[in-house]
């Protein structure tokens, strides 16, 4: 079984500054890792991934995350937060192939509020 | 990516009622995921849909409760039935894409059970 653990329920921050939305996962098996982010009142977004290669993975709006296997963990950075980039974030994990295929686990969400 | 719609994207309904939530995409895919979110809580996966075979239920959710349908590449429905307030959660399907390691998710269908 997989489970994710977001740190943190809720971030506070002014804007350009930079931040840091903590996510650690367990799993026997290889894994891929996502963040997504829900916006007010919006539907969920994939954010970035991890599937392979390179452990740091960046997404078209300032956001990395890296990849640290031996500390099971995908931390997400923005080195400054604009007003825009308030929403709830998710970490989420799949198992890389067997019975469980294309399957996520959430965790509880982290809600970043950026105040200017 | 993927364009996914729902229907209704929201509704209020009386206890012992059910509800049937349609998920349209603009793509064929095999892979087709349905989750909860209850109110200030993460994504549950309820059930796998994936076309030409049963849908697998996750652990806490039976076909009874929230049967589905894939007819075909592009659509599938989940009813929740017999519904009481504890049923009160926005319902999101999702489509796997890149080989099912990409979900890409619909709008959403808050529903209300009063």
């Known amino acids: 079984a997989q489970s994710v653990t977001q740190l943190d329920s809720q971030v506070p921050v002014f804007e350009e500054a930079p931040v840091e939305l903590r996510c650690n996962y367990s799993?026997?098996?290889?894994?891929?890792l996502f963040w997504y982010v829900q916006y007010p009142n919006q539907g969920l977004q994939l954010l970035l991934k991890?599937?392979?290669?390179?452990?740091l993975v960046e997404s078209i709006n300032g956001f990395e995350a890296e990849f640290n296997k031996s500390q099971t963990s995908f931390h997400l950075r923005k080195p400054s937060v604009h007003i825009s980039d308030t929403a709830e974030y998710f970490c989420?994990?799949?198992?890389?192939?067997?019975?469980?295929?294309?399957?996520?686990?959430f965790g509880q969400g982290t809600i970043l509020t950026v105040h200017p | 990516s993927a364009v996914i719609s729902q229907k209704p994207s929201r509704d209020i309904c009386q206890r012992g009622t059910s509800l049937t939530i349609q998920c349209q995409v603009d793509?064929?895919?095999?892979?087709m995921f349905w989750y909860r979110q209850q109110p200030g809580q993460s994504l549950t996966l309820i059930a796998t849909?994936?076309?030409?075979?049963?849908?697998?239920?996750e652990s806490g959710f039976v076909i009874d409760k929230f049967p589905i349908s894939r007819p075909n590449l592009t659509f599938s429905t989940l009813t929740v039935s017999n519904m009481s307030p504890e049923d009160s959660s926005i319902y999101l399907c999702?489509?796997?894409?890149?080989?099912?390691?990409?979900?890409?998710f619909g709008p959403g269908t808050r529903l209300t059970v009063t």
């Open positions: 793509s064929q895919v095999t892979m």
């Open positions: 999702s489509v796997g894409l890149a080989g099912g390691y990409e979900q890409y």
């Open positions: 991890y599937l392979s290669g390179s452990t």
């Open positions: 799993s026997s098996v290889s894994v891929y």
């Open positions: 989420a994990v799949s198992d890389a192939g067997g019975t469980s295929y294309g399957k996520l686990t």
């Open positions: 849909a994936n076309q030409g075979s049963e849908a697998t239920y």
